[in-house]
């Protein structure tokens, strides 16, 4: 079954557009201090290799609005700045190169400050991004019932056709709840009622595992019904994690490959190599190599050959030896101490070494 995905307007930020049928694009945010620029451009250079399309900083005082001239003139992927309570922050990050900013306009203030934000942003043709959380809803939405996805739907709507009224149209919404069900909720009701770009991801979502699986569960309902624009896992860790994370759900569900995707069986009493190891090192040898392929590491000859079949390269292991399949057709048997080599070289091959290798 192949997704399809709703239209939406397409939304330029930089060199990346969100919508309009564009690739979903995935994102993350530095954990670094942003006026820190050596660190915070390091960090940003490791998340673009690992794929990271657009990059958000918080922007919390001047010297981080003016850091963003700096960290902008060394980097290569479009930049957000992420303000809260203070205009002058926005427009001082867009004078400094914000390709986008997300506010809230409710934390913002008075209608004047935020007019004052779209006029610069539409002097200096930079996007928005409207973004609202329940924790930080203003008290009319929060107290208006229906429950808190009515309540954030409401009020980013509101915010919407206040930025439109005003000749404003290159934004893009989201509306984090608080728990995976909400933001479901949220974000299923408000692709109904805008044709504006959507952002997904659920806040705070937690620690690796746990994190990834909640985000998982939440942008997996929310793409495979066509949700979804540009996508944000959230995680308490290094956000390369974020990004590899964004990649992988988007390559699950046939939206989006760009890395090698293994696809490896969980081992059983037949299994005669040591496949988990196998599988968890071409994974590492291959992990940053963009090369939009699958490849099956399968245990035994139950299951393995029709999966190694299926896949652009596999194995199909038997008594510590496999056999490799290229394209679907079997090409050589490999000793099991060869097979980690072949299955890396040839996906290599495969690939194009130029062409994919990235800078390390
Ligand atoms: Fe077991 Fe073979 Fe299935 Fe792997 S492919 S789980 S080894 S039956």
Redesign the pocket.
Known sequence: MMIERKVTRGVKVGGVTIGGGALISVQSMTTTKTEDVKATVLQINRLQEAGCDLVRVAVKDQAAAKALKSIKSEISIPLVADIHFDYKLALSAIENGADKIRINPGNIGSNDRVLKILDKAKERSVAIRIGVNFGSLHKKYREMGGGPARALVESALEYGAFFEENDFIDFIISVKASTPTETIEAYTNLSTKTNAPLHIGLTEAGTLLFGSVKSSVVLGVLLSRGIGDTLRVSLSDDPVHEVRVGHKILAALDLRREFVEIIS???????EVD?TKLAREVEERLAGKRIPIKVAV???????PG?ARKADIGI??GRKEGLLFVSGKPVKKVAEAEMLDVLVETVLEMGGRDKFDRKR
Do not use: F, I, Q, S
């Open positions: 069986c969980p081992t059983c009493a037949r299994c496949l399968m245990g035994c000859a139950v299951n393995g999966e199909a292991a």
